[in-house]
């Protein structure tokens, strides 16, 4: 019984240590794509971000954490 509580601990623990991770991964690769586009906007003379330059930044940025929700159809 103690190995099962002990067993359910871990995977608890280990799950949200995981889920942590991975939001701290999302979070950085989303501020460096809007830093990107923001640049880019600075680039081109263009006083605010526009969608064009979230593409741009996309295309010319690309990376795993930023394809990974179309990867899971989100």
Known sequence: FLFYLFYIYY????????????FITFLFAFLWFFVSAEDEAKRMGDE?????????????????????PRKHRL
């Open 48 to 68: 605010y971000v526009s969608v064009e330059h979230l593409f741009l930044s996309m295309i010319q940025n690309p990376n795993k954490e930023i394809k990974a």
């Open 11 to 22: 995977n608890t623990f280990f799950s949200f240590v995981n889920l942590v991770y991975t």
